[in-house]
Each structure stands twice: as C-alpha cells, then as structure tokens.
C-alpha cells in the first residue's frame, strides 16, 4: 500500500494519560499536514510542515500537543495530559506541491475515558 | 475568511437518478476549492479540484464539479448514482496564500442512495 499510514487506528486513554500517533506519508511527498475531526464535523486544520519543518499551527494547537517530523519522513502527534474534549479523529495527509491535492490516511481514532 | 457552507446535511437519491451535493464558498482572491469523500472507518479520499480553468471539473468514479464564480459555487454532481456512492461527501477550500493545503472543510453532507 502506498497510501498515507496512520498508527494506531484506535486508541482509548484515560484523561490524563500522554498518547503518541505515527504517520507515515506517501514516500515522495514532502509536504505533511495534521487534522482533527470531531463527529458530524468536517476536518479541522492542526499543523503543516514541509520537510522537517514545521510551518504553521492552528490555536486549536495548545501547549498539550506537539507535533514532530524528524528528517522530514514519518511524523508523530503527542497529546500530554489528555483530556476528554481531545476525543476525535485525527487524520494525517500529505501532498507533493503547490496545486497538488492532498491526500488522506485513514486516521486515528482517540477516545479519553 | 475563507469558508465553505454545505446547506444540507443529507441527500437522498434513487440509484440511476441524477445528484447533486451543494457547496458555496467565501473567499478573497481566487478560490482552490475541493471535494473529498469519507466511507465508514476510511479516511478522505480526493475526488477533484478547483484551480483555474473549465467550470466543469471531472474527477475520480465519474464525478463532476461545477464552479461558477457569480454564484459563488462548487456543486458536486453526479449523472447516475449508485448505492455504492452513499458516503459523506466534504467541500474544502484552501485557506492562506501559502501555497499548501491548508484546507477549511464543511461540515460536510451525507449522501444517501437508495436502491
């Protein structure tokens, strides 16, 4: 599968507790983009790096959470200190260039008990 | 700010009828708009885009866009539906000038085909 991997595909935590995703964009993509995706709304931006770098991130990005992209492959979200209201999908996509259209991996469900 | 609205929250069709899932845009400049597509436990998938060009946009599994900029909108439409096209269907456009997809989604509709 050449696709963008998301790991894990379902996480349950209990509030408080510190959780890490992984995802793996298609291999020649250099652009990286996390989002979030609460029931019955659609996706909502988190952070974008291009390369190892990381370019932007969204206010809905608090303290809590830090997103990584060593050596510009794989990257990873972590969440410290969960709490309820971070239950979502987060869904991680790439993209090649400007214009070019991003593409999705299946996500990772987070539900904090 | 940039923004999409997708006025319905669900449509329903007759496999073999026409669809069409609406999608209006708020944007300065020129907008880059698109349209994903969400099965149950899958994430998006890509079906087409809005750069520049023809207003008429085709796209994957025989879907098609219309933009038309004096209405402000990017309908997704569909000549014959199948049962196999129920999904939740999300407009996007993108957001900033920076030249990434940094996307602002509806909140998206259900599209229902019934057999």
């Known amino acids: 599968d050449t696709g963008v991997s998301q790991d894990p595909r379902h996480k349950i935590t209990k509030r408080g507790q510190n959780v890490t995703f992984r995802c793996d964009p298609i291999s020649e993509h250099n652009r990286l983009y996390w989002y979030r995706q609460t029931l019955g709304q659609g996706p909502e931006f988190l952070t974008y790096?291009?390369?190892?770098?990381?370019?932007?991130k969204s206010r809905l990005l608090s303290d809590r959470f830090s997103a990584e992209r060593p050596k510009g492959s794989f990257s990873t979200l972590e969440i410290q200190r969960t709490e309820q209201g971070d239950s979502a999908m987060y869904l991680c996509a790439s993209s090649l260039g400007r214009g070019r259209g991003a593409f999705f991996g299946q996500g990772t469900r987070l539900t904090v008990v | 700010a940039q923004s999409v609205a997708q006025p319905e929250d669900q449509v329903n069709v007759a496999e073999g009828n026409p669809l069409t899932v609406k999608c209006t845009y708020s944007v300065s400049g020129n907008p880059y708009l698109f349209w994903y597509v969400q099965y149950p436990n899958r994430g998006l998938q890509f079906l087409l885009k809005y750069i520049t060009g023809d207003n008429l946009v085709k796209g994957s599994y025989g879907f098609e866009a219309e933009f038309n900029k004096s209405q402000t909108s990017f309908h997704l439409k569909k000549p014959s539906a199948l049962v196999s096209d129920s999904a939740l269907y999300f407009c996007?456009?993108?957001?900033?000038?920076?030249?990434?997809?940094?996307?602002?989604f509806g909140a998206g509709t259900r599209l229902a085909v019934h057999p």
């Open positions: 790096f291009q390369n190892e770098a990381q370019l932007e």
């Open positions: 996007a456009v993108r957001d900033g000038s920076g030249g990434y997809n940094k996307l602002i």
